[in-house]
């Protein structure tokens, strides 16, 4: 598959390659330089998807029938 850089430096990618690749508009690609000059593409999800993996990861630091919202207005209610 062969594509072209236009003026600004953007690339369409062939609709055959973004679905073999499982990607879609949101992700993200990190690109790298191979020593051989060859260009690599590497799928990143998107922000939202990351952030959503990782909600609820803090629980299990929080002390049994504590709020980690009610400790922060708490917090802040007493800097005021």
């Not at 598959?1 to 430096?9: A, C, L, S, W």
């Not at 062939?14 to 690749?21: D, E, G, H, K, S």
């Not at 909600?55 to 209610?77: C, N, Q, Y």
């Given at each position: 598959?062969?594509?072209?850089?236009?003026?600004?430096?953007q690339?369409?990618?062939?609709?055959?390659?973004?679905?073999?690749?499982?990607?879609?508009?949101?992700?993200?690609?990190?690109?790298?330089?191979?020593?051989?000059?060859?260009?690599?593409?590497?799928?990143?999800?998107?922000?939202?998807q990351?952030?959503?993996?990782?909600?609820?990861?803090?629980?299990?630091?929080?002390?049994?029938?504590?709020?980690?919202?009610?400790?922060?207005?708490?917090?802040?209610?007493?800097?005021?």
């Open positions: 598959m062969t594509t072209t850089i236009t003026m600004k430096n690339v369409t990618l062939p609709a055959a390659l973004v679905a073999q690749a499982g990607i879609a508009a949101g992700f993200r690609l990190d690109w790298s330089l191979a020593k051989n000059g060859e260009l690599r593409a590497k799928p990143l999800p998107p922000l939202e990351v952030v959503k993996s990782l909600r609820g990861r803090g629980k299990k630091f929080l002390p049994k029938g504590r709020s980690a919202v009610a400790d922060l207005i708490e917090e802040r209610s007493k800097e005021v």
